[in-house]
């Protein structure tokens, strides 16, 4: 065992974690993150990527799950398998590339050649091995996941099928899902123009947790409202009906459905765009769900919600995050396109320019808050960081446990509710 | 063809590089033509309308990204990125009329939290007017495009 893992073991997560605050060195500690890393990714639910990446057989990509590389793959036989980034014979990474299509993956070391459903295919001069090698080579495919879940296009994996049923993991998470693609006429979306890469000095933790910070624009973003357009709601206002929800298993989200429905107006969450700009989508969408239910869904708009441990349903983007060490990580953002969306594909994806991504008017000052809050933790007093706000506020809905301060720190403990569960293998007491 | 690069384009790209280098945002606005694309893609054969782009600004994006630096409370670049660009090999790789097509090699040394390196290359398009040289489009393709960036809210 090595010395870190040692000190890690003599961590006591538990005592970190307090209902109303955190202490900073999980946000530091090496040792930490690398428990992180065995407990939270890769003995667990994650998300992956999303079937659209890879419509077509023998489609792939290449992602990690923790800091294992893996291949998330569209087989001949059209399955979505998420194998293990290795070859079996000598441990060669098998592919370099992003994403790709290919029948085999070929190592290009030794030759050994993999069906793109992880079988092991071609052995050079395999007389060179003895029977018993010929007798295990149903055994030298590449590894996979042990679990690999589909919903609503969303492909999530358990690495080592421990981390319970999927329907467990996913939870109360259904219903944003649900009400993203109730944006499509066809009940689907599709991430097809790519993915940014934000590289940030930050914590990967402190990155989710400012995903869904509800008091912090008026602050860190300022300068977007003061010089190009005020915010899509007034958050200086009192009487603001955006809620803070905590969804159980550590899903959390920023609810301003509410809001709008309170001003009954349609796009508040898109700039406000009128319907004339984008009539062949509304007509779609009325001729797929009615009229009433069109506006409907036009007022209430898509989800604000984390999905733990990875995946932020942005409103028109997804984002995920990959914790790179305890001080780093990627934001990958990446627009959507609503199937049957037409005129408001185009605009989802200049949107995703001008908001998101390391030059977005948006997150870019995101990161450096992450970036300053990570160099903030490098003094050690005092020594908690602080969560405490909104407990009085909290209601038990059926939704989950709901703020209608949207000021709430209910996200962020709804996170740590979870890592704290996770990392101590104890479920809290309700 | 010739590939050679008229002196007085040449000291425009000039020009605009130190702008960009001194955050001068006004003056580096009043480069630009009304039909402007400032653009950074994620991939070299990027195309806009299917792939994302860290940045694909028209005209008025432009004065938006430049109004938001300038309320000083554009926390990403507060203070300002302190930045020396240098230019080399540049040619004209084709006119079209007024507009003459220009790539350039490029380094950037971006100091803040830091000293980071930035290179590529720069594809610009320059238009000759009656009121003098104006820029029409700029592309930044950065050599790690495709692999994660830091923060790029200064003017690359
Ligand atoms: S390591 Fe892959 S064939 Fe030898
Ligand atoms: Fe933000």
New interface residues.
Partial sequence: MTAQMDRAASVDIASLIQHDRIHGSLYTDPAIFDLEMTALFENAWVFVGHDSEIPEKGDYLTRRIGRQPVIVARGKDEKVRVLLNRCTHRANMLCRA?SGNAALFRCPYHGWTYANDGRLQGVPFREGYDQEMAEMRSELGMAQAHQVEIYGGFIFANLYGNAGSFDEYIGRAKGPIDRLLSLSPEGRIEL??????????ANWKIVNESQVDGYHPLF?H???Y???MPAKVDYASDELLVATRDLGGGHNEVDYSREYQSQDAEFIWFKRTPREKMAKYVAAMEASVGADETHKRFVDGPPHTFIWPNLFLAEMHVIMVEPVAANES?QY???IHIAGGEEIN?RI??N???AM???G?LI??D???G?RNQAGLTAKMPEWALLSRGFSSEVQEDKGLTSYDRTSETTQRAMWVHYKELMTGKQASA | MNTHVPDDIAAFLFLEARYADESRYDDWESLWADDAIYW?P??DDADP?????????NRS?IH??L??L???????QSPPSKMRRMLSNLEVLSEQGDDINIGANFVLYEHR?GTHVWAGRYLYTVRRTSAGLQLVKKTALLVNN????????FII
Wanted: without cysteine; hydrophobic residues 35%.
């Fill in positions: 992003d097809r123009g790519g993915w940014m890469k934000h590289k940030t000095v860190t300022e300068s977007v003061k010089a190009i990627i953002t990446a627009p185009a994806l200049r995703a320019e001008g991504g390391p030059a008017f870019a000052d990161g450096e808050m970036e | 950074l994620t991939k309308s299917v792939d994302v782009s860290y940045i694909y600004d994006r938006s990204r109004a938001q300038k309320t000083g409370r554009r926390y990403s939290n495709e692999d994660a960036i830091r923060t790029v809210a």
